[in-house]
């Protein structure tokens, strides 16, 4: 880990997780926390990102971003991992415009479909980087400078085997909580009741955080769904928020 990285202390971690090896290869890009694959991308999303991404997208570097020069406005920052095709992004900057948004995905279809829909709503308030989050949150994101992290349906892995790839772990949790400024939150959904409880136990296990419900979060009016939302309900799944601030 960086030095900023190690500037608040770790906790006694949850039982839930995995082994130091395991741990070390989720934050060095040994292992991901998504599949890679080419992915299919219309035409349409092909242009917007060649004709439009200098306007949105922030290419990846090992040094730390200057949070207040990447939007037009000097507002708190909201991180959101895994935006899939954005579909929530953009309709939550349209209603929340008091924040700046830096969305993160890899996959070049939900780039090009969000840079979209911000084209064609005129939001100016959203920024993305198409890379692994937590690379850009060990390498580019300053210790306490974000408003808020938004983690809605990530990939649940549910196998056993393949826990050691999911975010919500104790240890990307930990390094999320060391992002956020103080009053700042965490806010994750999910449908897999399983991957709620996981998460739960990383998120109380860390003591930077403070669940701000007694146990799970009502849902949060303000959040529109997310694609993965609509096909959760479709399948008649209930949903499960977790809600947490930094003390
Ligand atoms: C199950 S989808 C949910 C998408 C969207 N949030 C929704 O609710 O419709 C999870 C998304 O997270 C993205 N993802 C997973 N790990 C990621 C990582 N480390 N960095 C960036 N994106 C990631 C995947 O590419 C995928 O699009």
């Known amino acids: 880990m960086s ?7 770790q906790d006694r971690k949850p039982e839930q997780t ?3 090896s395991q741990e070390i290869g989720l934050l060095d890009g040994s292992i991901r926390s998504f599949v890679k694959r080419s992915g299919r991308i219309t035409e349409a999303q092909r242009r917007a990102i060649k004709l439009l991404g200098p306007k949105y997208i922030i ?3 090992e040094e730390l971003l200057i949070l207040e ?3 037009p406005q000097n507002r708190p920052i909201i991180l959101e991992i895994g935006f899939g ?3 929530a992004t953009w309709r939550i900057a349209q209603e929340r415009p008091e924040f700046n948004y830096l969305g993160i995905e890899v996959y070049a279809s939900g780039v090009g479909r969000l840079i979209m829909d911000l084209e064609l709503h005129a939001i100016e308030n959203v920024r993305i980087l198409q890379q692994d989050a937590i690379a850009v949150l060990r390498h580019m994101i300053a210790p306490r400078s974000l408003g808020g992290i938004h983690v809605f349906y990530p990939d649940p892995w549910p196998k056993k085997r393949h826990h050691k790839r999911r975010l919500m772990q104790y240890p990307i949790v930990f390094l999320m909580a060391q992002k956020l400024m103080p009053g700042g939150y965490l806010y994750c959904v999910t449908d897999i009741e399983e991957y709620a409880s996981f998460a739960k ?8 955080l403070e669940n701000q419900y007694e146990d799970f979060a009502p849902f ?3 959040r529109p769904e997310t694609r993965f939302e609509n096909l959760a309900k479709e399948a ?5 928020e977790l809600f947490y601030r930094k003390n």
């Not at 008649?236 to 499960?240: I, K, S, T, V």
């Open 201 to 208: 136990a990383s998120l109380d296990a860390c003591s930077l």
């Open 3 to 9: 030095k900023p990285e190690m500037e608040e202390g």
């Open 236 to 240: 008649g799944n209930q949903h499960f």
């Open 85 to 87: 095709s954005g579909q």
């Open 59 to 61: 290419p990846f570097s």
């Open 220 to 222: 949060q009016p303000w």
């Open 69 to 71: 020069e990447l939007f």
């Open 18 to 20: 995995q082994s130091m």
